[in-house]
């Protein structure tokens, strides 16, 4: 019976491999084929994807799965380790000679230096207000572009009419660094703390709407065809049909929109304020502070990072039956 | 077949869902389907008329790109008829609706639901209680063999138990006409056959209308009543055969005399129509 594995369904998203027992209460008609075994191509889709945990369907592969992802995973980790490593390794070396040729290091603090600023604003409480700051900011901007930019993505999506009338707006300003933003946001807001969160807002807008309208698009007809037939009604083919098969790619935008913000923030945050990580970042350059300068950068690495990382986690639960797809 | 003998059984435990008697009546009036208009139109379907009587498995068949689905689609109410309408239990078709489940050729179930939630769809979106999805799901989930597939999703199943869900959640919905879409092209033929058995038992236990569309002349003539031949692009009507093949059918009946004599009668015509259609794709 190899009819499944003819007909690959469509949406088959990364794949973890999942075994139902052939067994007694398998009808006649169709037994249940054999599954494909958790080849080499599946594991490397599975790292590549953000290298996210096996679904349900995978553990009752037993320990095949597991043995295998945690290959993977430990694939990923010693490479990824030894290139850090050696990226270290080198920075060291650059720094402690003050290389100079053509690119100037002179002036670049070695690890050991960087570390120790690290460990010095770890117990620094005021650090800790720069990072709660620019996460509200960050919090406050990034909702609202999610609200608006997943709801403006449907009507695109949907509606010849709205994709027309929105369309010149969003290709004109998509472009559109944060930095040009800053002006214009300063002259519009009443207050800092609101252009900073607008031009947070716009970074991660174009992202989201983008990807939620190419999602919109791409629902396969014929699913809202099955959905009207049934006695769907507009409101619940949206919430049943359209919404889940665009979700793949809205989460893409939301992810892509949360590391936009994340330096459309930056920008903002340089302007205005005494409190952020980007303003702590370009105050250590007023400051002639080159470690901290470096700290900074990595903190926003890190929290840009995290964020997008949890982005993706709240989506996981609803991302279910794509990792259940063979 | 252990799992659709009881069938009948099984369709009684949830009393008053056979009352499809009588319903299921669909007059196709006059209806042409055009494409585009001015000197870009494209007729899909010459007028055609045809009469289903309640209860009928009437099989639409010809070459492919005729017009079978375009014509189909009509009486799902997916294509407005350029002229003409269809007329569904004295209801002129507006739109798709429940009354009118659909099976189509693949992938059409929703990959974000397990197989339980996919057969409830209909009665859920229609507002019924809990315990009513419950007892539904189980009807329909037992009717298919697929009970212990009920939390999986679709992309776990293969295909031919995908269009068993598919079969399912359109019946579950209690529709007075069931319309399938060349709904086992896509399966392996021992896998097609057996779909075909089960379809039959599940339509017998039903009494409900179905215009299942095929260019399959075996298929057709195992399971029809009644066999509408359409003629190549543009498509119309061309033959109407009755099958008088006794039931319940097995597949053994298609060494029969009889069988033989339908297949020749129903080749004789469509051979004209491919030679047609080859003719006007090769010009
Ligand atoms: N939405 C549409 N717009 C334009 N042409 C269409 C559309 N749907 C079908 N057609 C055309 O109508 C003809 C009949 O198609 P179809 O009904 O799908 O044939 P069949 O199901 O018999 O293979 C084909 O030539 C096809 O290209
Ligand atoms: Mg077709």
Redesign the interface.
């Known amino acids: ?4 594995l ?2 690959k ?4 998203g990364p794949a973890s491999v ?1 075994v ?1 027992p052939a067994s007694a ?6 037994p ?2 054999p599954r494909a075994h958790p080849g080499a191509r599946e594991e490397t889709r599975e790292t590549r994807a953000g290298g996210r945990p096996p679904g349900i ?1 995978a553990a009752r592969t037993g320990l095949n799965a597991v043995t295998a992802w945690f290959q993977a995973k430990a694939y990923g980790l010693v490479v990824g380790t030894i290139g850090l490593a050696l990226g270290l390794g080198l920075w060291q070396v650059l720094s402690v000679n003050k290389v100079n040729a053509f690119i100037n290091f002179s002036n670049v603090p070695r690890p050991g230096l960087v570390f120790e600023a690290f460990v010095k604003q770890a117990f620094n409480p005021v650090f800790y207000v720069h990072i709660e700051v620019s996460v509200l900011r960050i919090a406050a901007g990034f909702l609202t572009a999610a609200v608006i930019g997943i709801a403006l993505g449907t009507l695109m999506g949907r509606s010849k009419f709205g994709a027309a009338l929105f369309a010149p707006y969003i290709e004109i300003m998509r472009p559109i660094p944060a930095v040009a933003w800053i002006p214009l946001a300063i002259l519009m807001w009443p207050t800092d703390e609101a252009s900073i969160a607008f031009i947070t807002f716009l970074g991660a807008l174009f992202p989201i709407v983008i990807n939620t309208m190419q999602g919109v698009e791409q629902t ?1 007809a ?2 809202v ?9 507009p409101l ?1 083919i949206f919430w ?2 359209i919404l ?2 665009a ?1 793949p790619s809205i989460v893409t935008g939301l992810a892509v929109g949360m590391g936009v913000s994340w330096f459309s923030l930056l920008a903002g945050e340089i302007i205005s304020g005494q409190y952020g990580i980007g303003y702590f970042t370009w105050n250590a350059y007023s400051l002639v502070d080159y470690p901290d300068i470096i700290v900074g950068m990595l903190v926003t690495g890190a929290l840009g990072t995290l964020s997008t990382a949890l982005v993706r986690l709240a989506a996981h639960p ?1 991302l ?3 990792r ?3 | 077949m252990e799992h659709v003998v009881s069938l009948t059984d099984r369709l009684a435990s949830i009393g008053g869902r056979r009352s499809s008697a009588g319903r299921g009546h669909i007059r196709v009036d006059g209806v042409a389907i055009t494409f585009g208009s001015g000197r870009k139109a494209h007729h899909a379907v010459m007028e055609t008329s045809l009469d289903i009587k309640p209860g009928e498995f009437v099989c639409i068949l010809g070459p492919s790109g005729c017009g079978k689905s375009t014509l189909l689609s009509s009486i799902a109410g997916y294509v407005r008829p350029s002229s003409g309408e269809v007329i569904v239990d004295n209801v002129p078709v507006r739109g798709p609706g429940p009354e009118r489940g659909m099976v189509f050729q693949q992938y059409s179930l929703f990959p974000w639901k397990t197989i339980r939630e996919n057969i409830v769809f209909g009665p859920k979106v229609a507002g019924r209680p809990k315990a009513e999805l419950e007892a539904i799901g189980a009807t329909f989930l037992e009717m298919v063999g697929l009970a212990k597939f009920a939390q999986s999703y679709p992309a776990e199943l293969s295909g031919g138990m995908q269009q068993r869900v598919g079969i399912a959640r359109a019946l579950a919905n209690s529709p007075s006409v069931l319309l399938m879409d060349e709904p086992f092209g896509a399966l392996d033929a021992q896998t097609r056959l057996m779909m075909q058995e089960s379809l039959l038992e599940i339509w017998s236990a039903f009494g409900i209308t179905v215009v299942f569309v095929t260019h399959d002349v075996d298929e057709a003539i195992f399971l029809a009543d009644r066999i509408v031949i359409m003629s190549a692009s543009p498509g119309s009507v061309i033959a109407d055969l009755k099958v008088t093949l006794p039931r319940p059918r097995s597949q053994d009946m298609a060494t029969t005399d009889a069988f033989m004599e339908l297949k020749r009668a129903c080749h004789e015509r469509i051979r004209a129509e491919s030679l047609k259609a080859f003719a006007q794709q090769s010009q």
């Open positions: 019976m190899q009819d499944a003819k007909h369904v469509a949406y088959a999942s139902e209460a398998t009808p006649p008609a169709a249940s084929p369907g396969p014929v699913l065809r099955a959905a009207k037939s049934l006695g769907a009604s619940q049943n049909v889940p098969a979700l609803f279910k039956w794509q259940r797809a063979r």
